[in-house]
């Protein structure tokens, strides 16, 4: 069973297009994440939503917009792609607890390629 | 979130133990150290994670000394599918949730 799966797993698109990724998570997890994976390597938060609120923004350009229509689910929409977004795309998700620190599990990426 | 330095390469023989640090000089008191690994072309996976106490779990082992400054993680048989990108993080996810990534340790288990 794939706790944390993402479609599709592999986006090739021109520039100016616009596209959604799709996550969702069997974990019964509440919080859910985007981080962006640039060609350097880095892996960077973008997005955080605890169930279905957002409680991290990083300095994303506007472009970009994650809806979670629920806590399982956690879809980011990038609006006319530019070269620069070419980039593996991860989504986590964890469960939030202050009593005890709980892991984030990723799912396998996407691979967004502007042609 | 306290920086973590970790060095850029490593490598190991299969069967041996793999061991590998981190220094987290400036972690605070409510941060505790985690470690994932990230396999080519997969997402990052969890591995351990620990605040004071020296953790073990069916993958690996953490030591963490006792000012808390520098740990170890020790996979104790390495395997060449233990060949992977190692990320040493200190993280609350009580405060924050945000998990600061470094470029961590690129480990080779050679045959």
């Known amino acids: 069973d794939t706790a944390v799966s993402q479609t599709p797993k592999y986006l090739v698109t021109q520039m100016g297009n616009d596209k959604s990724i799709k996550c969702e998570q069997n974990?019964?997890?509440?919080?859910m994440y985007w981080y962006k994976q640039d060609s350097k390597k880095f892996l960077k938060i973008m997005f955080s939503?605890?169930?279905?609120?957002?409680?991290i923004n990083e300095t994303v350009p506007n472009r970009f917009s994650p809806k979670s229509p629920d806590k399982a689910h956690l879809n980011l929409h990038i609006n006319s792609l530019e070269l620069g977004d070419s980039a593996v795309y991860f989504c986590a998700s964890s469960h939030t607890n202050r009593e005890a620190n709980q892991p984030q599990h990723f799912g396998d990426g996407t691979r967004l390629s502007i042609l | 979130d306290a920086k973590t330095t970790q060095p850029p390469s490593m490598d190991c023989a299969e069967g041996r133990a793999a061991n590998l640090p981190c220094n987290h000089s400036t972690i605070s008191g409510n941060e505790y150290v985690y470690w994932y690994r990230q396999i080519h072309s997969q997402g990052p996976q969890y591995i351990i994670h620990g605040l004071k106490n020296n953790e073990t779990n069916e993958m690996a082992s953490l030591i963490i000394t006792e000012d808390r400054k520098s740990s170890t993680l020790i996979l104790p048989h390495a395997t060449l599918r233990d060949t992977a990108v190692y990320y040493c993080?200190?993280?609350?996810?009580?405060?924050?949730?945000?998990?600061?990534w470094g470029l961590g340790t690129s480990l080779a288990v050679n045959p």
């Open positions: 993080i200190a993280y609350n996810a009580g405060n924050n949730r945000k998990l600061i």
């Open positions: 974990l019964g997890h509440d919080t």
């Open positions: 939503y605890n169930n279905k609120e957002l409680i």
